[in-house]
């Protein structure tokens, strides 16, 4: 499905993901990065981490509002260690 003038989910996953690994090449392990986005994007890259395939984005659980989410990366590997409401 497509939202008017919109994007699938399949696009905005690939968005995010390629995005998420853009700034994650910017910068070093260790290095905190703030990333600022929209609950939607969000639920996105969580999905991606926890393994999900697109096909399964609205099975997967949402995000409230102003959620934080904390991504640790390691060379290649991301994961989430913690949400906070």
Known sequence: WRA???ETIRETMSRVIKSFKKIARAHRPGDRVLIV???SALRCLTHLLHGGKPKDFWHSASLDNAEIVEIHRDG???KIVSTYK
Do not use: D, E, F, R
């Open 37 to 39: 986005s929209h609950g």
């Open 76 to 78: 290649k590997k991301a």
């Open 4 to 6: 008017p003038n919109g």
